[in-house]
């Protein structure tokens, strides 16, 4: 008879703590791992690491599968990635708690900040909930590859109690700020891990309109908070555009300590504030020294638009000319492209294209910042590598360079455009914020901007950039491993997960350290309504392991489904 379920032999362990990598096997009983160590006894599934790292499941706090996770038992890209676990419902947007009669604000919201076809959402949203409880119960009746965690959004919430008036960012009343502090605990109460607002002006609604929550008050913030402290349980994320302002940084104090809650923000560099992210360090460090529990999420790699024919942007997306052929199907979009008359209107006309109102439609024409993105993906490419180096090297006008590539291969040429975190031509500043002892790794926004952006695969480019690649400013793979695995399962109050150690949640990585490798993201239409979406696959994820079931092999799905909605925080194994 088998001594244990599953035994994990001979692999060299990173167990998340930040001790040193070290030989050791390692048993699973149910969803649990019992030793770590020499293992003795049999299994009823062994699996050889020899030669391979053996670490937690990557556990990432920053994704937006809140529809997603309504329609679909796979959650990729981030489950192509060694990620075990995802928290969604951040930015303030998600799907509950809500009113039948805005069913349409809260998928326009959605479509706009995160970049995910309405259509899609239209027609996979079952809309069976009205609370965030009912909702939540929708997402459990769904097995999933992997772990998924929910947090209550300020724009639903808003929409839900102030209606028209909270859509148009009118001040609340303490009697409506009340009301949104008992649907947030409301919310927290029957699973959710905290509640999320955002105060950037990037987040609109597919119309064009700011995000309802853009300029809620302090008060309204610090009352909300205080509804979570009066529960005692949940936490605080926020995305916003003043991080580096007294008056922002005092709010979110306020809502820290009022309220007794922790609060995790958004930091990256700004190009137009290159090294305004050390201030936000500091005010971090300043707080965390007066007790104040205020942690940054950061970027792995830069924050890079993906532009191509197949994506939301391109260069010739406002062309007069390429309108003409834009409800084509790529292939279609590319073979009248290649015509050289076609090809001669469209550039005659390049000069008389307008202005996009999407995310990132500001920078369709920045070639001196673009890239062609090969596979694998060079995410720190050099400046002499850009289109506009490339085309004055080759003696041409770069709007005639570009055209070419983007009609080559089918219409399949992806541009990479990192537009934060990549001031100088460096990713220095990327390295300074994930070495911060006030920071975790997050960001990879998984299950959003599916036409726009492929950062699901940062917890790849954490380990291969920054433990093993990068000619300088290496990080220590223990201290990497740690930092996507136990650190942020703590940042949102999992403390079950993220440590290989008897008692922790068996969610596992097998991983080929080195021939770990992020692939060239590709475009699918599989979303609901035929919708398109990013996807990106990785090489190297030899097996990975949910709950102590093994979900991926090799990089494909076993056919398992243990990943289950995680309903509020968790405790430590005694």
């Known amino acids: 008879m088998a001594t244990h379920d599953l035994i994990i032999r001979g692999g060299t362990v990173v167990d998340g703590s930040g001790g040193a990598p070290r030989p ?77 009669a805005d069913h349409d604000r809260l998928i326009e919201l959605m479509e706009g900040v995160e970049d995910i076809p309405g259509a899609a959402l239209h027609e996979g949203l079952s809309w069976e909930w009205q609370s965030f409880g009912e909702y939540l119960e929708a997402v459990d009746r769904i097995p999933h590859d992997i772990d998924v965690a929910a947090q209550v959004p300020h724009g639903a919430v808003r929409l839900h109690v102030m209606g028209e008036r ?34 950037t002006m990037n987040h609109r609604t597919s119309r064009g309109e700011p995000t309802p929550t853009l300029t809620a008050s302090a008060d309204e913030l610090v009352g909300i908070a205080r509804g979570l402290g009066e529960l005692g349980r949940g936490v605080l994320q926020v995305v916003s555009d003043h991080m580096n302002t007294d008056e922002e940084f005092a709010t979110f104090r306020r809502m820290v300590s009022e309220s007794g809650r922790p609060l995790s923000f958004s930091l990256v560099q700004s190009p137009f504030d290159p090294d305004g992210y ?7 460090d300043a707080a965390q020294a007066d007790g104040l529990a205020i942690t940054a999420q950061v970027g792995t790699r830069a ?25 084509l199907s790529v292939p279609e979009q590319a073979r009248v492209m290649a015509d050289e008359g076609f090809k001669a209107r469209v550039l005659e006309a390049a000069a008389t294209s307008g202005k996009v109102r999407k995310l990132g439609g500001g920078l369709i024409g920045r070639f001196e910042a673009m890239y062609e993105l090969a596979d694998p993906p060079d995410y720190e490419p050099d400046p002499d590598d850009s289109i506009a180096a490339r085309a004055a090297r080759a003696g041409r006008a770069v709007e005639d360079y570009v055209y070419d590539l983007l009609v080559a291969d089918e219409g399949r040429t992806l541009l990479y455009l990192p537009a934060l975190n990549f001031a100088g031509g460096t990713l220095d ?77 068996a969610d596992i990585n097998v991983v080929d350290f080195d021939n ?32 102590g079931v093994e979900t991926y092999r090799g990089g494909e799905p076993t056919g398992e489904l243990p990943g289950r909605l995680v309903r509020g925080p968790q405790p430590a194994p005694a």
């Open 24 to 100: 050791a096997d390692l048993a699973v009983d149910g969803d649990r791992i019992v030793a770590v160590g020499r293992v003795e006894g049999t299994a009823s599934r062994e699996i050889d690491a020899d030669g391979a790292l053996v670490t937690p499941g990557f556990v990432d706090i920053h994704a937006h599968y809140d529809g997603q996770a309504t329609w679909d038992h796979h959650l990729a890209p981030s489950s192509w990635q060694g990620v075990t676990t995802v928290v969604m419902g951040n930015c303030g947007v998600g799907f509950a708690p809500v009113r039948p």
């Open 166 to 199: 909270g859509a148009q960012r009118e001040p609340a009343t303490a009697e409506e700020i009340t009301q949104m502090a008992s649907l947030a605990a409301e919310g927290v109460a029957a699973g959710a891990l905290g509640f999320t607002t955002s105060r």
């Open 278 to 284: 050390r201030e936000v360090l500091g005010r971090i």
């Open 303 to 327: 924050v890079g638009l993906l532009l191509g024919l197949q994506c939301t942007l391109h260069p010739f997306l406002t062309n007069p000319v390429f309108a003409e052929i834009a409800t």
């Open 429 to 505: 500043a990327v390295g300074e914020m994930l070495a911060h002892p006030h920071t975790v790794p997050g960001l990879g926004d998984g299950g959003a901007h599916v036409g726009t952006i492929s950062d699901g695969s940062f917890p790849t480019t954490l380990l291969t950039m920054w433990g093993r690649d990068r000619d300088h400013g290496r990080l220590g793979l223990a201290y990497l491993v740690q930092q996507h695995c136990r650190d942020t399962a703590r940042t949102v109050g999992l403390r079950d997960r993220g440590m290989l150690a008897p008692g922790y949640r």
């Open 516 to 547: 770990l490798r992020a692939r060239r993201p590709e475009v699918r239409y599989d979303l609901p309504a035929g919708g398109r979406r990013l996807l990106q696959r990785a090489d190297g994820y030899l097996h990975t392991v949910v709950a």
